[in-house]
């Protein structure tokens, strides 16, 4: 089955720090630009970071950007997610997924391959 496992969520004070880990499973990630997704309870998904292939580039949405930082390790067949000075508002349920080619667009349309996600809590 092709999907992907994310790990690494939890409860945390505000201004904490989680790594959020993504493994593929049953395909290899190096062809795929990987992108990190969350979604609150009653709200709709919405896309947070995308790191292209070669992980090279990388982009963030406003939200999140100076905060978190994508990273990837295509030897481990895993894409990470390193989040710091979280916010309530960062609360969710965490996935990744993986799109054929790198944009700043985080249309669902575009990827694939997702799996059942990890929460993430933030509260005091």
């Known amino acids: 089955q092709l999907q992907f496992v994310e790990s690494g969520g939890g409860l945390v004070k505000p201004g904490g720090s989680l790594r959020l880990s993504c493994a593929a499973s049953?395909?290899?990630?190096?062809?795929?630009?990987i992108g990190w997704f969350r979604q609150a309870p009653a709200k709709e998904r919405e896309g947070v970071a995308q790191?292209?292939?070669?992980?090279?580039?990388?982009n963030y949405v406003d939200s999140v950007r100076g905060r978190f930082t994508i990273s990837r390790d295509n030897a481990k067949n895993t894409v990470y997610l390193q989040l710091n000075s979280l916010k309530p508002e960062d609360t969710g349920l965490y996935f990744c997924s993986a799109a054929s080619h790198y944009s700043d667009n985080y249309g669902l349309s575009r990827f694939k391959y997702w799996g059942q996600g990890t929460q993430v809590t933030v509260s005091s």
């Open positions: 790191i292209n292939s070669g992980g090279i580039f990388a």
């Open positions: 049953g395909f290899s990630v190096d062809a795929y630009t």
